[in-house]
C-alpha cells in the first residue's frame, strides 16, 4: 500500500470519526435527559444498521439461495426469477419493505414450490401478496390477523382486488387460543409475522412447528431486530438450542427446517 492510499485511509477515517463520534456521544449522554425518544431511536437505528450488515453471531448466518441449495439441486433449478408487485414505495407501520427480505420471501416460494402456506398476521396483506404471487399456481395461502374490531389497519387490504386473492384464505382471531388443527402437520412453509410480544411468539413457534410438514420450513421475521422486536430474538434463539435454526444474511429473517423426526 502507498503512503498516498495510507493517507487518504487516514483521512477518510477520520471524517468518518468527526462526523458520527458528536451524534453517538450526544444520543448516549445529554440526550438521555433531554430528548430520551430521540435517544432511543438512534440507538435503534444504530442496532438495526448493524443487525443487517453483520453475520449473527448465535445462529451464524447465510445467503437464502445457500440456505436452500440442497433443496435447488434436489429439484434440478438453478437460478430463479421472482415477482415484487405492489405499492412498497408506500411506507406503512409494521410492514415488509426491505428488498432483500421480499426477495428472499419470493424466492423461497419459487425454490420450494409450496402447496401450502400458513402466515401468522396478515397485517394489510402485502406479504401475503407476494408469498401468493411467487408460489405454483395450485398453491393455498392461508393466513391470520385479529378481527377487524380489534385493529386499526384493513386486514388484507393489498390483496383483497387482485389477482393473487383467489389463492388466499383469511382467518381472524387470537393465535394463542385459536384452533389450528385442521392444518396440523400439512404446511410446507409457515411465516410467523404476527404480535411480537414473547409470549405471541412462543405460541405462534409451537403452532407454527405443528403445522409445518417433517421437512418443510418455517420462518421468523424481525430476528436480531434491536430490542424493540426482543421476543423474537429470544424465542428462536432457545430453539436453536435444540433445532439448527440460521439466519438470512443481510435481512431481519431467521429460518428452520423442520426434522424428519420432531418431538
Not at 429439484?75 to 426477495?103: F, H, K, W
Not at 402456506?117 to 390477523?145: K, M, Q, W, Y
Not at 443481510?250 to 427446517?257: D, E, N, S, V, Y
Request: proline share 5%; with cysteine.
Amino acid at each position: 500500500m502507498s503512503i498516498k492510499t495510507k493517507v487518504n485511509a487516514f483521512r477518510y477515517l477520520l471524517e468518518t470519526w468527526v462526523t458520527a463520534m458528536p451524534r453517538i456521544l450526544y444520543h448516549s449522554t445529554l440526550a438521555l435527559l433531554f430528548d430520551p425518544k430521540g435517544s432511543q431511536v438512534f440507538i435503534h437505528q444504530v442496532l438495526n444498521a448493524q443487525d443487517l450488515e453483520s453475520d449473527d453471531p448465535v445462529l451464524g448466518s447465510a445467503d437464502i439461495a445457500d440456505l436452500l441449495s440442497f433443496s435447488l439441486i434436489y429439484l434440478g433449478r438453478g437460478e430463479i426469477d421472482v415477482q415484487i408487485v405492489g405499492p412498497y414505495y408506500s411506507r406503512r407501520s409494521s410492514d415488509t419493505r426491505l428488498l432483500l427480505e421480499l426477495a428472499s420471501l419470493a424466492y423461497i416460494m419459487r425454490a420450494l414450490k409450496p402447496q401450502l402456506v400458513f402466515e401468522f398476521g396478515t397485517f394489510v396483506g402485502r406479504t401475503t401478496r407476494l408469498l401468493a404471487l411467487n408460489s405454483h399456481p395450485d398453491c393455498r395461502i392461508v393466513t391470520i390477523d385479529l378481527p377487524p374490531d380489534h385493529v386499526k389497519h384493513e386486514v388484507g387490504e393489498a390483496f383483497k382486488k387482485t389477482p393473487e386473492n383467489d389463492k388466499i384464505t383469511q382467518l381472524y382471531g387470537d393465535s394463542r387460543v385459536f384452533d389450528f388443527s385442521p392444518w396440523y402437520g400439512q404446511c410446507d412453509f409457515v411465516w410467523v409475522d404476527a404480535s411480537h410480544d414473547y409470549s405471541y411468539v412462543v405460541s405462534d413457534t409451537r403452532n407454527a412447528l405443528k403445522l409445518c410438514r417433517p421437512g418443510g420450513w418455517i420462518g421468523w421475521h424481525d430476528y436480531r431486530h434491536t430490542a424493540w422486536w426482543s421476543g423474537v430474538t429470544r424465542t428462536v434463539r432457545q430453539l436453536h438450542r435444540k433445532y439448527h435454526v440460521k439466519h438470512v444474511r443481510g435481512t431481519t429473517i431467521a429460518m428452520l427446517k423442520k426434522p424428519e423426526a420432531y418431538d
